[in-house]
């Protein structure tokens, strides 16, 4: 003990026949609060007998322990050096023992159990009756090595400058207190049985051209920057930082038959750095003594950091005598790259621009984990990525030589293969990934791996976890609370024919067992052969079971043999009514094409004192077939009358592409006062029936329409048809020949047909007919009502106060699918085929249609069409033929997937030319000749999260032309103008969360806002509260709100989706408690937030977040863009805002400054055309960067009056 420093030179031995310890500590407690002073002459040395309990250090600057010499004591005894700093360049052995190397940060008291065992660590400690310490002269790194020490041999040297190099390398290691730098060699290695560890701590360590060697019997244990005894009390020993250099290497082998592997734990709090080698495996071959019934299993590697995590190194925890071991990777966020990009180079190499006194002083660099794959694959073992935030690998193919398991909150991978390893996958939210492989195709007796998913709502593109020809096939097995889907095929052989599957477990020694439980509930089926909200593309099988599209399961089933299961929850309990169980619309507004509709528990286990009633069951419809009503009642007990009735309802097109099934839910509704029904008693005979004195448009029909089989199973209808087959479609390419799969970017030769309203009835009815339709699914998953409709001429009127006010020239253009458009023509009152009048108002009947999900929303094979409204002048209404609803999502969700891929260059634009020949191209010569400029878009199902700015028609994007805008519907959104410039803004936001990225820039960028761009307030990190919103418009009426946090708009009800503060989740549907309505905010602006892509419930969010939250105006964006991304956009965009005061336009101008290069990153600065503003440390150290690629700016979308 010498509180002073102590330095082992390299020529030191130590021989002693016991355990050793150095250490600068001021004093050594024993049992019975016995103490051994290093000052002054009050030591009891008569109690000072047995092993000491721990080590006082009552200096404010702890000193150091330096090792270049030979330190070793006998087998399963301990070495400990323990000091404020500890550096060893020399060798350390305890053959079958322990080494502890443990810098103490700070006066602490370290208590040790077991010899050389560090337990915990105390601040502050009681001092004993002995007496304070006497004062002493102690010395830091550089002053021992320059004073009495200089001319001995440490492995080190002290520049004139104060720093210390580690001689060999010359690299320049940190020497403030709490660091450890371990070079040279640790070794406890021992072929006998014991509890072998070597245990590195401090707050920074290094560990540097080493070799850590724990291996034999069963391996050792070795902990760097980690105690090895997890809890509150030994918080304080854990690193900040660790480094392991590509020299190091790390064994805890085990070394015959009969031994397992270690483990190994790289770990710290902030930033972990590992470029070096760890072998944790097995026995690589048996020995004679172990038996031929031994196996020798892999061990445990964990490398994590709680923030900041780099790896480009080296681990194979293989076991060719027994089960593979395991490398865990925990971070707070994990991202996949291609090849060998990432964080994993080698200390001044390192894109992110660490060097080693970066990592062991520097502020760590960011948070989160970013992972070449060629690094991830060069694990050889099973893998274990764990991480309390999200983990993405977009377009990301990774190749594993074992089990993978994959744990987070949101997960989203590319292609995965294993070889017959387990693909394990789980998301507390949402799960999306592309092909998933776990077959071994390269032995004959190969297993398939297992494929467990689990997470809110999942989508892959196939499950490939075939075995070998004599092999079996691995268990798949699929959970979620939401819908999957597996939206991809590949072709096997079934039965000796090659057959497109989705998911395939088949292997010649018998298939694998899958099992699919899923969220229908009994309200949405899952199907075989339809992928788009619940279901496969392709077939399931088994081998000895198969599953052929299409098939469709509302409720939990199962196959004979019991090898595939697919389950769900009970639909709601069966209904008891007093009154009348009502079907209504089953099949309103629909005709079929040389095709059958057939419907299924119309009324199941329902009983009814009163009637009971299929209603609408075929609408205003002619049948060149036959239509039927069989058993329209069945198994059921009714006390009063059975009937079917057909008061109203318009004809509409239904021309799948495949077969379908849709559910339609009972409805329980109060007894109405009409003509007594004559009861319809079941009949085998077919019943036609009768469409006499109703309202027929030309060329529409029921073909083969007929209803069957009312099995009692559940309280929903479903409904079937056959489809014609698909068209076949042409490949797309573009200038670049970049290649993009035939599968998505795909287009049929055009032919635009012109629908134009030929009066002013069919335009009105066009309009509020779609108004009707869009703004009740609105309604319904926002949880509001009784919107009013606005017609057409109010809708013009609208657009024309506009533009008297702004001087643009708006149009709205409502984008859709339906297979072919009648309008309206007729008022009144219809005649149903029991020459019964209906008198429900239109209304009634649209909110009918949305609740039973009309078919012209669903179809896959419905034609795409735009309608378009201006200020004056007829409705324009075009249908693009060969444009279904099927191709268009399809390209859609690849365009988004491209075009937030930076690494991807210009693959996105062969896709955003195809979009606009869509979706502009039919209409752009009209608004040409009208001479419109802004365009406001009004859209279905699957097209609110396109970037509409991105569109391309080879010259130029389309926010290049217009000014650009999404509503909800023109129902629901406020039109009044009002000059936003009148308002300051209430800036707040968060740069820290617990369990999210941090946003770096949001200090700069709510400053910026508040202070430089415009007038207000911020409120920052703990002062993001909805107590502070409220209190602050409470206070002054702002009526601009910009929130810099994360938002996420999730599947499912509104509650999924949040907006994050920095002490709670604010959910979609909490919105309104904010009173962002009273008065009104002009703006709501969401500066990092993210859209589930397709999702129809995610886009019901974002599209309704202005009337959700009560504002007239929302800014966010489709998917989180960079923070020098966003910090640019929102920049120039409150400049524009004070120049040109009509928020699309200023959103435009923001966007061409990203895209031309105007605004940009340079030289620690952002740059805008207005001048340069300073940027956060974080991204000042970025290199120069241009934000012209649409992923920097087309994200941004603004929601609701765009003017």
């Known amino acids: 003990m010498n509180p002073a420093g102590i330095i082992f030179g390299a020529g030191a031995r130590i021989n002693v026949p016991a355990s050793f310890t150095a250490t600068t500590a001021t004093g050594i407690g024993f049992e019975d609060g016995n103490w051994f002073d290093a000052f002054g002459d009050k030591n009891n040395y008569q109690n000072l007998i047995g092993d000491p309990t721990s080590f006082a250090f009552d200096l404010a600057q702890q000193r150091s322990i330096i090792n270049a010499g030979e330190l070793e004591v006998p087998d399963n005894s301990t070495i400990a050096l323990i000091g404020g700093s500890v550096i060893n360049t020399g060798q350390v052995k305890a053959p079958g023992g322990n080494i502890t190397i443990a810098a103490v940060p700070g006066k602490s008291l370290v208590k040790i159990s077991q010899s050389g065992n560090l337990l915990n660590l105390e601040i502050d400690p009681p001092r004993t009756p002995n007496g304070q310490p006497s004062l002493i002269t102690a010395l830091d790194i550089p002053e021992l090595l320059t004073g009495q020490a200089q001319g001995i041999e440490t492995g080190l040297s002290a520049n004139s400058n104060g720093t210390v190099q580690l001689t060999d390398s010359g690299t320049t290691v940190p ?101 070096g080698e760890i072998t944790a495996g097995g026995a690589k071959e048996p020995t004679p003594q172990a038996g031929s019934d031994r196996t020798s299993d892999g061990g445990t590697v964990e490398i994590s950091s709680q923030q900041t995590l780099i790896f480009d190194g080296k681990v194979d925890v293989r076991a060719p005598l027994g089960k593979n071991g395991t490398i865990r990777f925990n971070d707070r966020n994990i991202t996949i790259v291609p090849g060998t990009e990432g964080d994993g180079q080698q200390l001044g190499d390192n894109p992110v621009g660490f060097d080693l006194m970066e990592i062991l002083s520097g502020d760590g660099g960011t948070s989160g984990f970013t992972l070449g794959a060629n690094a991830l694959e060069q694990v050889l073992g099973n893998i274990v990525l764990n991480a309390s935030n999200d983990i993405t690998a977009p377009n990301v193919s990774l190749n594993f030589s074992g089990d993978i398991t994959i744990d987070g909150v949101n997960v989203t991978l590319g292609d995965i293969k294993t070889n017959g390893g387990a693909i394990t996958i789980t998301a507390s939210e949402n799960l999306s990934t592309q092909e998933l492989n776990s077959s071994d195709p390269l032995t004959t007796v190969g297993k398939g791996g297992d494929v467990t998913l689990n997470g809110d709502n999942i989508q892959v593109s196939w499950i490939n976890a075939q075995g070998g020809i004599d092999g079996k096939g691995g268990n798949v097995e699929i959970t979620t609370e939401g819908f999957f889907r597996a939206t991809g095929t590949f072709d096997t052989l079934i039965e000796g024919k090659e057959t497109a599957v989705s998911i395939a477990t088949v292997g010649g020694d018998g298939g694998g067992k899958i099992t699919i439980s899923h969220g229908g509930n009994g309200q949405t089926p899952f199907e075989v052969g339809n992928s788009i909200t619940n279901g496969t593309e392709g077939a399931i099988s088994t081998g000895d079971s198969t599953i052929l599209p299409p098939e469709s399961f509302l409720t939990s089933t199962s196959s004979d043999s019991g090898d595939i299961e697919i389950n769900t929850g009970e639909p709601s309990s069966n209904a008891t009514s007093a009154g009348q169980a009502m079907a209504t619309n089953l099949l309103g507004n629909s005709s079929t094409s040389a095709g059958q509709a057939m419907a299924e528990d119309v009324i199941s286990n329902s009983t009814s004192a009163g009637q009971a009633m299929a209603e609408d069951v075929i609408s205003n419809s002619t049948s060149q077939g036959q239509a039927m009503a069989e058993d329209v009642i069945s198994n059921s007990t009714s006390q009063g009358q059975a009937m079917a009735t057909n008061p109203y309802s318009n004809p509409a097109n239904i021309f799948p592409s495949r077969p379908q099934l849709y559910q339609y839910s009972l409805e329980f509704l109060p007894i109405l006062t009409q003509p007594k029904p004559q009861a319809i008693a079941p009949k085998t005979e077919y019943t036609q029936i009768n469409h006499k004195n109703t309202k027929l448009e030309p060329n529409y029909n029921l073909k083969n329409l007929e209803f069957v089989n009312f099995t009692p199973k559940s309280n929903l209808i479903n409904i079937y048809y056959n489809q014609p087959a698909p068209q076949t479609i042409a490949e797309i390419t573009n200038t670049n020949s970049t290649n993009i799969s035939q599968s998505l970017a795909q287009s049929v030769p055009q032919q635009v047909t012109s629908k134009s309203s030929k009066s002013t009835l069919e335009a009105e009815a066009d309009v509020k007919q779609l108004e009707g339709g869009f703004t009740y699914a609105f309604e319904k998953h926002l949880g509001i009502s009784n919107t009013p409709i606005v017609t057409l001429e109010e809708a013009q009127a609208h657009l024309r106060q506009i533009e008297n006010i702004t001087g643009l020239k708006p149009a709205l253009i409502y984008l859709f699918f339906k297979p072919e458009f009648k309008p309206e023509t007729t008022k009144g009152n219809l005649v149903n085929s029991k020459g019964l009048t209906s008198t429900k108002p239109e209304r009634e009947r649209t909110e009918n249609r949305q609740k039973t999900r009309s078919h012209w929303q669903e179809n896959l ?20 033929q060969g444009a279904t609803r099927s191709q268009v ?118 400053s910026m806002v508040t202070e430089q761009l415009w007038s207000g307030k911020a409120l920052l990190n703990e002062a993001f509260t909805v107590a502070n919103l409220i209190k602050a418009r409470a206070s002054q009426p702002f009526g601009i709100v910009h929130l810099a946090t994360h938002s996420e708009f999730l599947a499912g009800k509104p509650s999924n989706s949040y907006i994050q503060l920095w002490d709670t989740k604010l959910q979609l549907n909490q919105l309104p408690k904010l009173g962002l309505s009273k008065p009104k905010v002009e703006l709501l602006v969401l500066s990092a937030c993210r859209t589930a892509l397709g999702d129809e419930q995610a886009e019901l969010g974002f599209a309704g977040l202005a009337v959700l939250a009560g504002v007239k105006s929302a800014l966010g964006s489709l998917w989180y863009v960079s923070d020098e991304g966003t910090l640019g956009l929102m920049t120039t965009f409150y400049e524009k805002l004070q120049q040109l005061p009509v928020k699309a336009e200023a959103i435009r101008k923001a966007q061409l400054n990203l895209l031309r290069g105007t ?7 952002l740059v805008t055309d207005q001048g340069s503003f300073p940027l956060p440390p974080a991204l000042a150290k970025l290199p120069d960067v241009e934000l012209r690629h649409p992923y920097y700016w087309s994200a941004f979308t603004l929601i609701g009056n765009p003017w």
């Open 889 to 1006: 999502l399809s390209v859609a969700r690849e365009f988004h997937r491209s075009i937030t891929n930076l690494e991807s260059a210009n693959v996105y634009l062969p896709l955003a030319q195809q979009l606009y020949r869509w979706l502009i191209d039919p209409v752009e010569q009209e608004l040409k000749a009208q001479k419109i400029n802004n365009l406001a878009f009004i859209m279905d199902v699957g097209l609110r999260s396109l970037p509409m700015a991105a569109l391309h028609d080879g010259t130029g994007f389309l926010v290049e032309r217009y000014s650009l805008g999404l509503m909800p519907t023109l129902s629901l959104t406020n039109m009044n103008y009002v000059d936003i410039r009148k308002f300051q803004v209430l800036a707040m936001g968060a740069s820290q969360f617990k369990n999210k990225n941090p946003l770096p820039a949001v200090p700069v960028e709510l």
């Open 861 to 880: 094979d419905t034609q795409l069409e735009l309608l378009v409204v201006t200020a004056s002048g007829a409705v324009i209404r075009k249908q693009v």
């Open 175 to 275: 020497t403030e207190t709490g660091t450890t730098i371990v070079s040279g060699t640790l070794d406890v290695s021992n072929q006998e049985l014991g509890r072998r560890s070597v245990t590195v701590l401090g707050d920074r360590i290094a560990v540097i051209d080493a070799t850590i060697d724990s291996s034999g019997s069963n391996g050792g244990q070795v902990w760097i920057g980690k105690h090895p005894q997890d809890n509150p009390d030994n918080v304080r020993l854990n690193a900040n930082r660790t480094f392991v250099s590509r020299d190091s290497v790390i064994n805890v082998d085990g070394k015959n038959s009969n031994q397992n592997g270690g483990r190994v734990t790289v770990w710290s709090e902030e930033t972990t750095a590992f470029y």
């Open 1159 to 1165: 605004v940009r990153l340079e030289r620690g600065q």
